[in-house]
């Protein structure tokens, strides 16, 4: 009727649907809606404020046509709403809200998980998604909200509810791009990846540029950043970097951002620079080595940048490989080779058995006396090191020092020396003289003349001289000897320059007594009794002793003649009683 009722029910019409030149008037908005879906194309024009709500599932219009609504909801399919008019709360649970012009006014609008706009209209007493979503995801793009007279910010942007006399507009920035012309590099780079922002202005619109490194949910501003080109700083560790550029144009601000990947540098053997600040000497300890590792110039901290094992405990002299493993801006790893030196020893004296000639100039050394050994610990002769030794000369005058050579043995692997040989002063002494014995000249005999005593004794060691007393005076000439008798013979060496004199010796040499020669007695022919003694022999003579007389075999014997008185036979007896030289007969 002309106050809009229903002819039968005469309810108040609330909306009327316009399907081509077809009107059709409903007192229920959701009837409205429900006939606007079976009518592609269809619009639903509000007659009268709702109080009440209404759901679409559906694509359709709806015109507020100055009216409001308090609620409507959107489940499915595109809701537009157009004209002007005030909506107090607009749900889209599924589907999309799109707004034709800025009459349209909705108070509260809300977005659930599904659902979606793209707003270039309208405006809002607050705007709300879901969690996990932002209200920019509501715009169309190359539009933004406006809270009052400015524009809102990029936090309010990116937040799941926004409140205020909120608006949409195009924005004078309608693109960004960030980019990096290296969106990877390796660590310890030398050209620094830079990082370029490329806004799309609106005609004659300006912009400035703020910079931020992001870390986490931070964002650190840049000074100094303020054009639209950034380089990245030189020294960044391995790691993942999000730089993010603010361009500002008319008070409305747009960001994007660029990530740049530091890679670890990967090192190995032909990369990696050893150097070894001070070189290692055996010393009986494990050590362990003092080295610098440089790569491309940049030195590395160990514990920090690498770790490093060796293949062998470091104590014996010898080779060695260091791993190097790298870590944190490094990785890969390079062997490293590097020697710990044997310990240098010095011959410092040598212990020699005296030597007695024998006419060679070896020496025989019994101990090497070093300086550098390891405290604890020693060499055996034999066993770790070899020593020969020679003098200078083999005669004793000219001998005055011996020169040892010594050579350790392979199995000493800690110790070299610093020189093989060293010379001694000492002495050969001399060697005793060895002699060949005089002998005593068997069965002499007394013969008036001179006689040599003993055959020659002989020594290659010396002269050979004689006496016939042992601290008399020694000559080389052989003693004689004239008168029989015993005698001593004593000899001894005068040593050669080589060979000490030998003590004097004896030998004992009897020179025997000849037999006598002598004329006998004869008896005195025609004795006859005179009463008066009378010689009974004619007397005896003898060069070598006394003719010596007795009238018994067994008696006394002297040298008178012996004489006989009365008539009658004697027997004489006589012999030679010898001189020193002769035998008595």
Known sequence: DADGRCIYCEEKCVAELVAGETVTKYIDLNKAFEAAKANEGAAVKLLDNITGGASSDGSLTLDLNGKTVDKVEITDGTLTVSGSGNINALNI??????ISNNGVRISALTAAENGKAALTAGTFGSISVSEGRSVTELLAPEYSYKIGEGWASIEQREADSLTGDITVALTPITGLTVTADKASVIYGYKTAPKITAVPVLADGKTASYKWYRITGDTAEEIADAVDAEYTVPEDLDKGTYTYRCEVTSDGYTLSAEAVITVNEKVIDNDSVEFNLNSSLTYNGKVQEPDFTITVDGRELVKGTDYDVSYSDEIRNAGEYTAT??????YSGFAEILFTVAKKQLKVSDIILSPKTYDGSKAADITEVVFDGLVAGETLEIGTDYTVTGEFNSADVNDANKVTATVKLADSVKNYKLTKETLDKETSIAKADAKVTTPKAVADLVYTGEAQQLVTAGSSEHGDMVYSLEQNGAYSSDIPTAVNAGDYNVWYKVIGDDNHNDSNPAGVKVTVNRADAVFEAPKAVAD??????????????????GTVVYSLT?????EAKIPTGINAGTYNVWYKVAGDSNHKDS
């Open 324 to 329: 190097i493993t790298g870590k944190g801006n």
């Open 527 to 544: 004795l006859v009794y005179t009463g008066e003694t009378q010689q009974l022999v004619t007397a005896g003579s003898t060069n070598d």
């Open 93 to 98: 649970k599924n589907g999309t809200l799109d």
């Open 553 to 557: 075999e067994d008696g006394n014997y």
